[in-house]
């Protein structure tokens, strides 16, 4: 099979073997028709090993099954999602190719094989989807990476990540100043994510630690720092009307102006280059990506240049936008101070995301955000923060592709 292909099954019982020349820990996900988990009881994965009419167990010749009954799998779920991670801490499926590999479950016999292509930084991967379409059973070739890990795909199709709970205050104690949270205790693959959001003084609102796991809109404005994500995800539904991404910068040095040209890099599921849209091109996609135009100074208060996405009437090859920043004229990023990105609603004009770069290199570009739109639909926005040698945004086309 090949990503995006789908196959009639012609057997009740299907199990799915997800092979690979490494360990890993695959899963099964029951999601109903709103693409989401009913409840916890939907994550079949090695600690849970049963769901209604899924059940994971260790594969003859290595690797992991997910075998799905399709006659015991309730009315209303849609589909069954096959996902799979390496199992070493941090490790990617660069250089690996996992195979999903669909067998009747009654005879043993192969049904279909699926490897998905081009692999690279993700650390968690659906593979497969076993789905009902008018009344049949079908199973579709997907290969969608994610870059954050199975807790991003289970945080996706709605599985809970509780926060740690609060400690009890003593009882008629006398109010205290706050302290400084101590770091949280790792946590385990399906428990509540590392580094719990932080309180802070109004108007920013909290994030969790660096490292830790993803959060929505859902408490107001969120301040990312470097590699953190954020879902673009309030009150449950995904935000796909209009952004704004707003980039700004001061000189380092009064009285020296400084020439940086923001611009974004649209990309498909191959990390191919679909368009850009710089100073030298404000409209792509059909005026779904639109730029502000060349600031040539830096000088003077809020964004420097602003680019406007309407994620909505993106097309649905768009599966990945890469925020940059350059240096036409040469001038270094030591020479910046106070270079930030940060995400608005473009109709009301709030802020959503904020991410202030709080180092600076002596180079002429930086990736400072990516959007991600995710297998279930939403967008998730990374703060990236890298720097790089390119005056151009040509130049930045192949460290963005790596970068997503």
């Given amino acids: 099979m090949t990503p995006g292909s789908n196959l009639p099954l012609s057997a009740v019982r299907v199990a799915v073997d997800v092979t690979a020349p490494v360990r890993l820990d695959v899963s099964g996900l029951l999601l109903a028709a709103n693409g989401k988990v009913r409840s916890d009881d939907d994550f079949v994965f090695y600690n849970q090993p049963s769901g209604p009419g899924v059940t994971h167990s260790a594969a003859a010749g290595g690797g992991d099954t997910i075998t799905v009954d399709t006659a015991a ?19 990617t499926f660069a250089g690996t190719e996992p195979t999903g590999t669909v067998r009747n479950a ?8 699926f490897t998905p292509p081009q692999l690279g930084p993700e650390t968690a991967l659906v593979v497969v989807e076993i789905y009902r379409r008018n009344g049949a059973w079908k199973v579709r070739a997907v290969g969608q990476g994610y ?47 590392a580094g719990a959001p932080t309180p802070v003084a109004p108007p920013a609102a909290a994030a969790p630690a660096p490292g830790s796991g993803k959060i929505n809109l ?89 680019i406007t996405v309407h994620l909505g009437g993106l097309p649905p090859e768009v599966t990945g936008l890469v925020f940059v920043v350059n240096s036409f004229t040469g001038q270094k990023f030591s020479d910046v101070a106070k270079a930030y990105c940060r995400l608005l609603d473009a109709q009301s004009g709030e802020e959503l995301v904020r991410f202030d770069l709080t180092h600076a290199e002596p180079r002429t570009g930086v990736m400072m955000a990516k959007l991600i739109r995710q297998f279930s639909g939403e967008w998730e926005m990374t703060a990236l923060g890298e720097f790089v040698d390119s005056r151009t945004v040509r130049g930045m086309v192949k460290p963005a592709a790596k970068a997503l």
């Fill in 106 to 113: 009654d005879d043993g016999s192969v049904l279909a094989t």
């Fill in 73 to 91: 799998v309730p009315d209303g779920i849609e589909k069954i999602v096959v996902t799979a991670s390496p199992d070493a801490p941090g490790a």
């Fill in 218 to 306: 859902d408490k107001g404005r969120v301040s990312l720092q470097k590699n953190q994500t954020v879902s673009l995800v309030k009150g449950g539904s995904p935000l796909l009307s209009s952004v704004k991404m707003g980039l700004g910068w001061e000189p380092a040095f009064r009285g020296k102006s400084i020439d940086l040209d923001a611009s974004v890099i649209a990309f498909g599921p191959d990390r191919k280059k679909i368009d850009n849209c710089f100073f030298g091109k404000l409209m792509i996609l059909g005026g779904a990506i639109q730029h502000s135009g060349d600031n040539l100074t830096g000088e003077g208060a809020g964004d420097d240049e602003a």
């Fill in 147 to 193: 870059a954050n890990g199975l807790a991003g795909i289970a945080t996706d199709f709605g599985v809970s990540v509780e926060e740690p709970a609060a400690p009890a205050a003593a009882p008629q104690a006398p109010p205290a100043p706050p302290a400084p949270q101590a770091p949280p205790a790792p946590a385990g693959q399906w428990g509540p994510p």
